[in-house]
């Protein structure tokens, strides 16, 4: 059964970081590509970054570039967000998402992780 | 402001059949497939549709997927209550160099 746990969210100062993982299980992690998308409360869905299965092709969105970093690490079938220089508008649920073409297909979905920036 | 444009609300009684649409661009539909996603509050959001008109194994064949030029329609028929849901269209966009999602449509089954 494939499975994506996202972790490492929580309430953060303005200014501060945070490092989101994701573990994937049940299917070869190394063959898909990976994506971040978030929701804020009350918004709607936002990509936020991809990965290729091998690392080497990384995309973000515009808004986000220069302060969050994806990374992966194939070994341990785990997925990583690292953000920096977070803002009140970065809070949101952020979910790990499995690519199925490498076309924008997301199948498969981890639960979330609720990221807060707040003083 | 998203890149796709989709109506913010879209409702239905039970058994009819709605359209949710998704305006674009050259850049993004006009160019590369539309994704499809069902998205109810506090779960993961799930893959309605992929590459235009694709519907992944256990989606039933009430949801229909279609794109010309540079729009794209999910259609809906024999409606039922829980579809309540939100629904989002998303693709790549070649100007942009990443994923655009749409506004997202509130489906209401009244």
């Known amino acids: 059964e494939v499975q994506l746990v996202e972790s490492g969210g929580g309430l953060v100062k303005p200014g501060g970081s945070l490092r989101l993982s994701c573990a994937a299980s049940?299917?070869?992690?190394?063959?898909?590509?990976m994506n971040w998308v978030r929701q804020a409360p009350g918004k709607g869905l936002e990509w936020v970054s991809s990965?290729?299965?091998?690392?080497?092709?990384?995309y973000y969105a515009d808004s986000l570039k220069g302060r969050f970093t994806i990374s992966r690490d194939n070994t341990k079938n785990s997925l990583y967000l690292q953000m920096n220089s977070l803002r009140a508008e970065d809070t949101a649920v952020y979910y790990c998402?499995?690519?199925?073409?490498?076309?924008?297909?997301?199948?498969?979905w981890g639960q979330g992780t609720l990221v807060t920036v707040s003083s | 402001q998203s890149v796709l444009t989709q109506p913010p609300s879209a409702s239905g009684t039970p058994g009819q059949r709605v359209i949710i649409s998704c305006s674009g661009s050259?850049?993004?539909?006009?160019?590369?497939?539309v994704n499809w996603y069902q998205h109810l509050p506090g779960t993961a959001p799930k893959l309605l549709i992929y590459?235009?008109?694709q519907r992944p194994s256990g989606v039933p064949d009430r949801f229909s997927g279609s794109k010309s030029g540079t729009s794209a329609s999910l259609a809906i028929s024999e409606l039922q209550s829980e579809d309540e849901a939100d629904f989002y269209c998303?693709?790549?966009?070649?100007?942009?160099?990443?994923?655009?999602f749409g506004g997202g449509t509130k489906l209401t089954v009244l």
């Open positions: 050259s850049s993004n539909i006009g160019s590369n497939t």
């Open positions: 590459r235009n008109n």
């Open positions: 990965i290729s299965s091998s690392g080497t092709y990384i």
């Open positions: 998402a499995r690519d199925l073409h490498s076309s924008c297909d997301f199948d498969y």
């Open positions: 049940g299917f070869n992690f190394n063959y898909y590509t």
């Open positions: 998303a693709g790549w966009d070649d100007s942009l160099n990443g994923v655009v």
